[in-house]
Antibody, heavy 117, light 107 residues
Framework: EVQLQQSGPELVKPGASVKISCKASGYSFTGYYMHWVKQSHVKSLEWIGRINPYNGATSYNQNFKDKASLTVDKSSSTAYMELHSLTSEDSAVYYC??????????WGQGTSVTVSS | DIQMTQSSSYLSVSLGGRVTITCKASDHINNWLAWYQQKPGNAPRLLISGATSLETGVPSRFSGSGSGKDYTLSITSLQTEDVATYYCQQYWSTPRTFGGGTKLEIK
């Protein structure tokens, strides 16, 4: 069974960084892209970017190019997203989701990030 | 960036009825279009990919159609468990972009 298990909710201070994890199981981790998606009340669903776990190649939405960094640890089948210089606008639920070359077919349960002093 | 527009942000339909949700892309996306269902507190669930291909386990009352820039998701014989928000998404080009969502409720 394919599963994407994300790390727990985060409460972080403005200006700080946070690193969210997404542990994959039930499939070949290096055989699928891993995407990250932001969901906020303001802008609904936004695609942040994707990483190819096989070689680490990344593709970012220009709107998140300086905000997010995507990495993977193949040894543990885990994808990571680090968000930098957090502001209140970064408060949202963040999802990881896998895909082949097409649609995102499995999603993590989401990680809530709240930015507050 | 390709903009995805769902013209209805809210629809109210009777149980057992039929509903059509529309999605318009700002450019041709060659049927590289997915539909997702999201229930409160849950992650989006992939229903349809390639504009018309139903994912395994999705009830046959769901169907997708369209081409070029214009796409639709249809639900027949509406059930209470279909109450959710539905999003379209194009994956023809990066950045992948989503529609604003259509919230479906029972009348």
């Amino acid at each position: 069974e394919v599963q994407l298990q994300q790390s727990g909710p985060e409460l972080v201070k403005p200006g700080a960084s946070v690193k969210i994890s997404c542990k994959a199981s039930g499939y070949s981790f290096t055989g699928y892209y891993m995407h990250w998606v932001k969901q906020s009340h303001v802008k609904s669903l936004e695609w942040i970017g994707r990483i190819n776990p096989y070689n680490g190649a990344t593709s970012y939405n220009q709107n998140f190019k300086d905000k997010a960094s995507l990495t993977v640890d193949k040894s543990s089948s885990t994808a990571y997203m680090e968000l930098h210089s957090l502001t209140s606008e970064d408060s949202a639920v963040y999802y990881c989701a896998r895909s082949g070359t097409h649609a995102m077919d499995y999603w993590g349960q989401g990680t809530s990030v709240t930015v507050s002093s | 960036d390709i903009q995805m527009t769902q013209s209805s942000s809210y629809l109210s339909v009777s149980l057992g009825g039929r509903v059509t949700i529309t999605c318009k892309a700002s450019d041709h996306i060659n049927n590289w279009l997915a539909w997702y269902q999201q229930k409160p507190g849950n992650a989006p669930r992939l229903l349809i990919s390639g504009a018309t291909s139903l994912e395994t386990g999705v009830p046959s009352r769901f169907s997708g159609s369209g081409s070029g820039k214009d796409y639709t998701l249809s639900i027949t014989s509406l059930q209470t468990e279909d109450v959710a928000t539905y999003y379209c998404q194009q994956y023809w080009s990066t950045p992948r972009t989503f529609g604003g969502g259509t919230k479906l409720e029972i009348k």
